[in-house]
């Protein structure tokens, strides 16, 4: 049986959900009654967050690296990173990777693919938003992605940074960041969104109902993890 190796605690609400996800869709898809074999490295979010605002990405890969070696002597046969925002520098963990990556970007653009979508709004932290990592992935496939404007880009950062990662979700927040993907929706022609922040989803759960889909990242990462496992 394969061992998922999964770089957690960025932040700790979404790798719950990581866990909880990648067991119930374990279980659906192998239908014996087995669990799959799992190993979490919860790494310190404030030494990532301190890397990145500091925009020290060589020392931010250097440290996630130190943790994917962590995963390998643990026995993992492949690894995650269960966030968005480390994939800024994923191209460098995976050329020096001692185990095989499942990027949640590649993950979501075969999704947009398969819906057929060519505008698609971005959510996510300030360096999500802002950064070239999506981009660079979706540019391939003719996907334009839209960032939210620059004081929504502030909002959602703000509310991310103090809120989401903490746990909290509240209705006031939920509101305003649908208000942000319907201003987008009809001011910027999106045809979806990306919930390109794992707590996103947390909030976001269901909110799909506007006529456009949400991509959830977690999940798309979490099939094709389990997908791993069962190969």
């Known amino acids: 049986m394969k061992i998922a190796g999964l770089v957690g605690g960025i932040g700790p609400e979404s790798t719950l959900e990581y866990y909880r996800l990648i067991i119930g869709s374990y279980r ?18 404030k030494t990532l967050l301190d890397l990145m605002g500091a925009n020290r990405l060589g020392d931010l890969a250097e440290y996630l ?5 962590r995963l390998d002597r643990a026995g993992a046969d492949f690894g995650a990173l269960a966030a968005n925002t480390p994939h800024i520098v994923f191209e460098t963990l995976r050329r020096q990777s001692p185990i095989p990556l499942i990027s949640i970007v590649e993950a979501t653009r075969q999704a947009a693919e398969a819906l057929g979508l060519k505008r698609v709004g971005l959510l996510g932290t300030r360096y999500t938003m802002q950064g070239r990592f999506y981009p660079e992935v979706f540019a391939p496939a003719r996907i334009a ?12 950062h703000e509310k991310y940074m103090t809120e989401l990662v903490n746990g909290v979700f509240l209705p006031d927040t ?8 319907e201003r987008m929706k ?9 919930l390109g922040g794992t707590e996103l989803p947390l909030i976001l759960r269901d909110a799909g109902d506007g006529g456009i889909p949400f991509l959830d990242t977690t999940r798309l990462h979490v099939e094709q993890i389990v997908a791993r496992l069962l190969s």
């Open 65 to 69: 690296l130190g943790e994917l070696r």
């Open 174 to 181: 939920r509101q305003g960041l649908l208000g942000i993907v």
């Open 145 to 156: 992605l839209v960032a939210p404007g620059a004081e929504e880009q502030d909002y959602i």
């Open 186 to 194: 009809s001011q910027e022609g999106i045809e979806g969104v990306i």
């Open 28 to 45: 659906k898809r192998k239908g014996d009654g087995s669990y799959p074999r799992i190993i979490v490295d919860s790494v310190d979010l």
